[in-house]
C-alpha cells in the first residue's frame, strides 16, 4: 500500500538569504582583520573591508527579522535559518556598537599624556609614521582640558628610587607587554633624561598606538611620564588613557618590588645590635 506523501512547507528564501549573507560576513570581518594586523594594505581599504562586514551583518539582520515576518505569517520553514543569521549579525555589530557608545561618551582625543604642560615627544617613532598619521606633535591645551575633564587620575608617577632603577622598572613592563620597543635610551646624570619608545596594538584589529616613557630625577627619587597616541583616527575610543594608567600602575607594581627587594637585602646585610649586658656579680 503506497502511503499518502505529505507535502513539505516550503523554505522561506528571506531566511535562506539571511543565513547566506550572515555566513559571508565572517571570513570578510576575518579578512579585514588580517589586512590590518599583517599590514598588507594601507588602513584605509582595510577599514572599508571592515565596514562592508559590518554592513553585510546589518543586512543579514534585517533579512532574518523580515524572515520571521514571513515564517509567522505564511507558515513556511525556515526559522533555524533566520536564527542563525540573527546570531552571527549580533555577535559581529555587538562590539562597534559598544565602541560607539563608548565615542559618545568620551572625549574626542587621540593623545593622552601625564604631562600635558611638557609632553614627552616622540622622535624615533616620528620617522615611522606616514603623511595619512595624526600630527606628531601634542595637540596643546584644548586636548589638555578635555583629558582633564575625562581622565583625572592620569598623572605622573613619582618613585622612590633611582633613575636608572625607574628605567629598568619601565622597559621589563613594556618587553613583558610584548610591545615593539623602538628606542630605548637610558637616563644619564646630568646630560639626559631616560627614553622609551615603544609601538604597541590594539587587541582586536592590531590598530598601531604609539607610546613614549621619560624618566628624569626628582627630588626623592624619579619622575615617569607617559604619553600614549593613536596614529589614526580623531578619537582613540578611550584606549590611550587605559594604556597610560595600565603602565603607570604596572611600573609602580614592578619598582615597588625592587625596592622592597634592595630594603630586605640591606637588612639582611645589616648586623643585628648586640644585647647589653647586665653587671656581673662576684
Given at each position: 500500500m503506497i502511503r499518502p506523501r505529505i507535502p513539505e512547507e516550503p523554505l522561506s528564501r528571506l531566511a535562506v538569504w539571511s543565513r547566506r549573507v550572515a555566513v559571508f560576513s565572517i571570513p570578510v570581518v576575518l579578512l579585514a582583520?588580517?589586512?590590518?594586523?599583517?599590514?598588507?594594505?594601507e588602513l584605509v581599504p582595510a577599514l572599508a573591508t571592515f565596514g562592508g562586514a559590518l554592513a553585510l551583518a546589518a543586512v543579514a539582520i534585517l533579512l532574518a527579522l523580515g524572515a520571521f515576518v514571513v515564517i509567522w505569517r505564511e507558515g513556511l520553514r525556515g526559522g533555524?535559518?533566520?536564527?542563525?543569521?540573527?546570531?552571527?549579525?549580533?555577535g559581529i555589530l555587538a562590539y562597534p556598537a559598544y565602541l560607539a557608545t563608548r565615542a559618545y561618551r568620551l572625549p574626542v582625543i587621540n593623545d593622552v599624556t601625564t604631562d600635558p604642560i611638557d609632553p614627552p615627544r616622540f622622535e624615533a617613532i616620528a620617522r615611522l609614521r606616514s603623511r595619512e598619521?595624526?600630527?606628531?606633535?601634542?595637540?596643546?591645551?584644548?586636548?589638555a582640558e578635555l583629558q582633564r575633564a575625562a581622565y583625572p587620575d592620569i598623572e605622573p608617577l613619582l618613585l622612590n628610587v633611582t633613575p636608572q632603577e625607574a628605567y629598568n622598572s619601565a622597559l621589563a613592563v613594556i618587553t613583558r607587554?610584548?610591545?615593539?620597543?623602538?628606542d630605548a635610551r637610558p637616563p644619564q646624570p646630568g646630560r639626559r633624561d631616560g627614553l622609551i619608545e615603544a609601538v604597541a596594538r590594539t587587541p582586536i584589529m592590531g590598530f598601531r598606538d604609539?607610546?613614549?616613557?621619560?624618566?628624569?630625577?626628582?627630588?626623592?627619587?624619579?619622575?615617569?611620564?607617559?604619553?600614549?597616541?593613536?596614529?589614526?583616527?580623531r578619537s582613540?575610543?578611550?584606549?590611550?588613557?587605559?594604556?597610560v594608567r595600565a603602565l603607570i600602575e604596572d611600573i609602580d607594581d614592578v619598582a615597588g618590588t625592587e625596592e622592597e627587594k634592595q630594603k630586605k637585602a640591606v637588612s639582611a646585610k645589616t648586623p643585628a645590635?648586640?644585647?647589653?649586658?647586665?653587671?656581673t656579680r662576684r
Open positions: 582583520i588580517t589586512i590590518v594586523r599583517s599590514g598588507l594594505l533555524g535559518y533566520a536564527v542563525l543569521a540573527l546570531m552571527i549579525g549580533i598619521s595624526n600630527p606628531i606633535a601634542y595637540a596643546g591645551l584644548r586636548a607587554r610584548k610591545w615593539r620597543v623602538v604609539d607610546v613614549v616613557v621619560r624618566i628624569r630625577p626628582a627630588q626623592e627619587g624619579a619622575r615617569v611620564d607617559v604619553r600614549s597616541a593613536s596614529r589614526y583616527g582613540d575610543l578611550g584606549a590611550n588613557a587605559s594604556r645590635p648586640k644585647k647589653p649586658q647586665g653587671p
